[in-house]
Nanobody, 123 residues
C-alpha cells in the first residue's frame, strides 16, 4: 500500500522558515516525480515544486523560486521542501504527491497523494 505522509507544517511569522517532509513507502519510487502542491481556501490546488527521484532534476513555481528548495534523501525515502522568506500568501495546505507517467509536472494529475499539512504564515 502506497503511503505519502507529510509533516513539518505549522505557524510561522512572515520572513521565517519551515521544512516540510514527505515520507514515501509502499513501492519503489525511483521512476517517479515527487511534487509539492498547495491549496489555499477558495483556491485551486497549485504546483509548488517537483523533483525527479532518480537524477534529482527539479522544477519550481515562479512564486517560490529562490525561496523554496526541494530535495530528497534516497536512503530515507523522504522528500523535503525547505521554505524560507515565507510570505502571507504562502499560507495553505501543502500536499506531497507522486506521479509516474506525467505529461507535465505542473498539473495535479499525480498518482498518489498525502493527507496534507497546514502551513500558516502570520504577519
Amino acid at each position: 500500500q502506497v503511503q505519502l505522509v507529510e509533516s513539518g507544517g505549522g505557524l510561522v511569522q512572515a520572513g521565517g522558515s519551515l521544512r516540510l517532509s514527505c515520507a514515501a513507502s509502499g513501492r519503489t519510487f525511483s521512476r517517479y516525480v515527487m511534487g509539492w502542491f498547495r491549496q489555499a481556501p477558495g483556491k485551486e490546488r497549485e504546483f509548488v515544486a517537483g523533483i525527479r527521484w532518480s537524477g534529482g532534476i527539479t522544477a519550481y513555481a515562479d512564486s517560490v523560486k529562490g525561496r523554496f528548495t526541494i530535495s530528497r534523501d534516497n536512503a530515507k525515502g523522504t522528500v523535503y521542501l525547505q521554505m524560507s522568506s515565507l510570505k502571507l500568501e504562502d499560507t495553505a495546505v501543502y500536499y506531497c504527491a507522486a506521479g509516474a507517467r506525467l505529461t507535465t509536472w505542473y498539473s495535479p494529475n499525480y498518482d498518489y497523494w498525502g493527507q496534507g499539512t497546514q502551513v500558516t504564515v502570520s504577519s
